[in-house]
């Protein structure tokens, strides 16, 4: 009897614990749909509130001090969501606004707190809406990868020549999201960068100067003909070469031209292959017969892009292609008819 008693008194008290825990779920998931619902119409009146701000050519003190009394991550949803599609005056009367309730503060504040977490937030607020401060150039050294990231987007609309030389610094960042973050900043920036790119691609070597080439080939500025050149020939890294090959393919030019002839030779099959890519896309036509001969290569890249070059020259480079079709080279003939068969668009 006494163990039968203990049972049912175990039994009770789980059934307890269950009553308890579903109790407890439906009142966590009312509480969610509550402060779901809240959230949605606090939002809706604060994105009602800027829009009217921004359209209107006067500040209405009404509609800014209503905005001013939303909760600080209210306002910031508002003005995360509008900065998407504003630009220009728009993006000024917004960052004007955000100003007048203190959203452009706490974030500054964010960025000097001590969590990354809020670091990161920080900056994305102010990257959003296109704030310039100093307080960039402090977060692209900051110690977690991801704020370096949002610091480098957030640097790309502040192009002055201490922010591109703090971002070129980064160009060999051991922290992938960072160094493509500065890489894809940098190109948003322009022809601006070419001054500092040439005087950075004079004094580093290594991932940093391969980094910095792939930049340069966007640019494709004459003033990075000497790095291109120079870096073509270092011996032992391939890649370097083929971010070389790559600049020198998108200045163009006698020089370029005689470098990738030479590249051609590269014991590299990705260094002949870019540099065979190189010579078709600044369509240089002398370069024919070597294209030609490159559609015997051992390596399937190299027959590829000489074949894709071939084609990119127009009526010359047709010749040779018809030419490789009658090849004893099964290899050769087959890449010709392969490149001789795509579309004009593909192959252009």
């Not at 008290?13 to 606090?42: I, K, M, P, S, Y």
């Not at 940093?208 to 080939?217: I, K, S, Y």
């Not at 500025?221 to 120079?230: D, G, I, M, N």
């Not at 200045?251 to 890519?277: C, N």
Request: glycine share 6%; proline share 3%.
């Amino acid at each position: 009897m006494i163990g039968d008693n203990i049972i049912r008194i175990v039994m009770l008290a789980e059934v307890g614990l269950l009553v308890f825990a579903v109790a407890l779920f439906f009142l966590h998931g009312v509480w969610l749909n509550l402060t779901d619902r809240r959230l949605q119409r606090l939002s809706k009146a604060a994105r009602d509130s800027v829009a009217v701000l921004i359209s209107r050519g006067t500040i209405n003190v009404e509609e800014l001090a209503a905005l001013a009394q939303q909760p600080d991550d209210v306002q910031v949803m508002a003005f995360l969501e509008i900065s998407r599609n504003v630009s220009g005056t728009g993006k000024e009367r917004l960052r004007f606004i955000a100003e007048k309730v203190g959203a452009i503060d706490r974030a500054r504040k964010l960025c000097e707190h001590r969590r990354w977490t809020r670091r990161l937030r920080g900056a994305r607020i102010l990257s959003r809406l296109d704030v310039p401060d100093p307080l960039v150039r402090t977060l692209l050294a900051d110690p977690h990868p991801a704020v370096r990231a949002q610091a480098a987007e957030w640097a790309a609309a502040q192009p002055s020549e201490e922010v591109i030389s703090a971002m070129l610094a980064l160009l060999a960042d051991p922290a992938t999201q960072a160094r493509f973050a500065v890489q894809n900043a940098l190109l948003r920036m322009g022809g601006v960068i070419a001054g500092p790119l040439a005087a950075f691609l004079e004094t580093h070597t290594g991932r940093a100067a391969e980094a910095g080439l792939r930049v340069a080939e966007s640019v494709a500025e004459p003033s990075f003909v000497a790095a291109a050149l120079r870096f073509s020939a270092v011996e032992d890294d391939a890649g370097i070469r083929v971010a070389a090959a790559r600049l020198l393919g998108a200045i163009a030019g006698e020089a370029a031209a005689a470098r990738l002839t030479e590249m051609l030779k590269d014991p590299e099959s990705r260094v002949r292959a870019a540099a065979a890519q190189s010579l078709g896309r600044m369509q240089h036509w002398q370069a024919g017969s070597l294209l030609f001969d490159c559609m015997r290569d051992s390596a399937w890249r190299v027959r590829k892009e000489a074949g894709l070059s071939l084609r990119a020259l127009g009526a010359p480079g047709t010749l040779f292609l018809r030419r490789a079709l009658r090849s004893d080279d099964r290899f050769a003939a087959d890449m010709a008819q392969q490149v001789l068969d795509l579309p004009a668009t593909a192959a252009g």
